[in-house]
């Protein structure tokens, strides 16, 4: 018996959290019905023309694409239009489309603890911070409130001592504040220390012993089956021990990995006048080119939706295509 693209959009919630997604990023559910009984799923890294024909082929009811196939609004649907000719093949076909994309990258497990273990880090940490899942205590006089509050997101209401008490995360707080403002209430707020409640993007930690980065850059390009590295350094030979690491495009992070103490960085993407800030200000940087530093989304979604649609009559699928667009002469 197929299972619906909303149940298997669960078990993809699960594994990338929608809230981790960076803002304004194009995440989400993106094209198709809902309730469409499907029996099989394509996972990919980007969803151009040939994976679109691939899901049809191969009977793909929904595709998870780590990259949008929809990214900035479209202004029509002719035929002469590269992204239109995906989306119309997509429509005909009745394949839905999903895209976790940076939460993915966000996400304990998921694309860039992957990447961060191909390059060999230990004692590894997010790069910089993106967001919280911190929760305070809220205490208010008036047990009454109990349903209000609840519907504001307040979890684990109870009454004690006569006051109701209740855990609200950090991002719910401001919508509670009004709420109890516009009654004149002024509740108590206590922070709660819960381990992991802060999130972030990239990582960095430390290699078992230093390495040169020219060594580490040959070693990368086998790891992740990069066709090219390009690595921007005044001295290959130079050892680095402390590496951050950001799948993509991580040009914008460079501020963040030199704060972070890290002696190089590795990433995808890297332009020319990134590359000489990054000389000026000594970070060692290691281009392993966009797609080989994702290359492997296909692999981690494909692992974690089989877990959590295990004894479900659906199938999960990595794609065959190969989006690398780059020839190397």
């Given at each position: 018996m197929a299972v619906s693209v909303e149940r298997v959009l669960q078990a993809v919630r699960e594994q990338c959290p929608p809230r981790?997604?960076?803002?304004?990023?194009?995440?989400?559910?993106?094209?198709?019905?809902?309730?469409?009984?499907?029996?099989?799923?394509?996972?990919?890294?980007?969803?151009?023309?040939?994976?679109?024909?691939?899901?049809?082929?191969?009977?793909?009811?929904?595709?998870?694409?780590?990259?949008?196939?929809?990214?900035?609004?479209?202004?029509?649907?002719?035929?002469?239009?590269?992204?239109?000719?995906?989306?119309?093949a997509l429509i005909k076909g009745d394949v839905a489309v999903y895209v976790p994309h940076t939460a993915m990258d966000v996400v304990a497990e998921g694309m860039n603890d992957h990447l961060a273990r191909s390059v060999g880090l230990g004692d590894t940490r997010f790069l910089e911070q993106t967001g919280s899942d911190e929760r305070f205590l809220l205490r208010v006089a008036d047990p009454a409130l109990e349903a209000p509050l609840g519907e504001r997101g307040v979890e684990n209401l109870e009454v004690v001592g006569g006051r109701l008490e209740g855990r609200v995360r950090a991002p719910d707080v401001g919508k509670v504040l009004r709420f109890l403002g516009k009654r004149?209430?002024?509740?108590?707020?206590?922070?709660?220390?819960?381990?992991?409640?802060?999130?972030?993007?990239?990582?960095?930690?430390?290699?078992?012993?230093?390495?040169?980065?020219?060594?580490?850059?040959?070693?990368?390009?086998?790891?992740?089956?990069?066709?090219?590295?390009?690595?921007?350094?005044?001295?290959?030979?130079?050892?680095?021990?402390?590496?951050?690491?950001?799948?993509?495009?991580?040009?914008?992070?460079?501020?963040?990995?030199?704060?972070?103490?890290?002696?190089?960085?590795?990433?995808?993407?890297?332009?020319?006048?990134?590359?000489?800030?990054?000389?000026?200000?000594?970070?060692?940087?290691?281009?392993?080119?966009h797609w080989a530093s994702e290359r492997q989304v296909s692999a981690l979604l494909v692992e974690g939706l089989r877990a959590r649609l295990d004894g479900l009559e659906v199938e999960v699928l990595a794609s065959e295509v190969d989006t690398q667009p780059f020839v190397f002469v």
């Open positions: 981790f997604a960076l803002e304004g990023d194009a995440t989400g559910f993106q094209l198709g019905d809902g309730s469409r009984q499907i029996e099989r799923v394509l996972c990919t890294l980007d969803l151009t023309l040939e994976v679109a024909e691939e899901a049809v082929r191969r009977g793909a009811g929904l595709v998870i694409s780590h990259h949008a196939v929809i990214f900035r609004p479209l202004r029509h649907l002719r035929a002469d239009d590269f992204k239109a000719r995906i989306v119309t004149g209430i002024t509740p108590t707020l206590v922070p709660l220390a819960e381990a992991g409640a802060a999130r972030g993007i990239g990582r960095i930690g430390r290699l078992a012993r230093p390495e040169p980065v020219a060594d580490l850059a040959r070693r990368l390009k086998s790891t992740l089956g990069a066709p090219g590295v390009r690595v921007v350094t005044r001295d290959p030979q130079r050892p680095i021990e402390r590496v951050a690491v950001l799948g993509g495009d991580g040009r914008r992070f460079l501020s963040a990995a030199i704060r972070a103490g890290a002696d190089a960085l590795v990433t995808g993407d890297v332009d020319h006048h990134t590359a000489l800030e990054a000389r000026a200000r000594g970070l060692d940087v290691i281009d392993v080119g």
